[in-house]
């Protein structure tokens, strides 16, 4: 039903923040609320999508109609969405995925040593996304790309450099959105060169209409 465009479709979310433990009791990962990300997942699944959405540790309730895979660390996000890739129509990537995990996971608790200052060596995690681009064959691939500056260039190159079909990008540090808001501020850029800039508003209203806007560019709205 033209309605419900995504019925029978499956449309894979992620959201939240990682984890990547230090040692026992500490771990290092972001602002991330998952807010986004759980907006983005109710509007697939009111849109008619199967949505699976694959979150980090957040503490909002549960969507009705979503299958959660909970996970912690970004080597487990991409292990979760690795599964679930394959069939998916659309794939939309809202997780703050940290970039960089512990090189070593301590078993013990780490004690203060006599030393002021203490060095945490760092690893890169695997870029879920880049991968996923690499991997693609006709998932639709969404991502969403935080900037501080050169907001729209920083995203327009991620969209590329990644093998995107769009990028949702946002600047965390407009006062209307980012990390942990209610609302945010975003623009829709598509790799044909369409261009979406949306005014600040509730992220749940937003999700609705960002994949309103991917459906119909996509013909997904026509084809059932
Ligand atoms: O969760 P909220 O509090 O509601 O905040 C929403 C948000 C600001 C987190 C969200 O709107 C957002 O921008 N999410 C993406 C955050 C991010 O990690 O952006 P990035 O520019 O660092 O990464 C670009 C893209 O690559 C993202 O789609 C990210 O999921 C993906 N990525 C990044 C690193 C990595 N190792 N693997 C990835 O897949």
Redesign the pocket.
Known sequence: PKNLPLTGKKVVV???PTRERIDPVRYISNF??????YSMAEAAASLGAETILISGPVSLDKPAGVKIVDVES?AEMFEAVRAEYHDATIVI?????A?YRPAEIHTQKIKKSDDDDSVIELAR?????QTLGEWKEDQVLV?????TENVIENGKG?LQRKNLDYIIV?D?TDPGG???SDT?VVTLISKNGTYHPYSSMP?KELATVLLQEIVQEEGLDTNN
């Open positions: 992620t959201a939240g991330s609320s998952g807010k986004m990300g970004a990537k809202s997780a703050a995925v970039d995690t695997t870029d879920i996304l991502g969403f790309a935080a900037e991620k946002n965390v980012g990390f942990g945010n992220k």
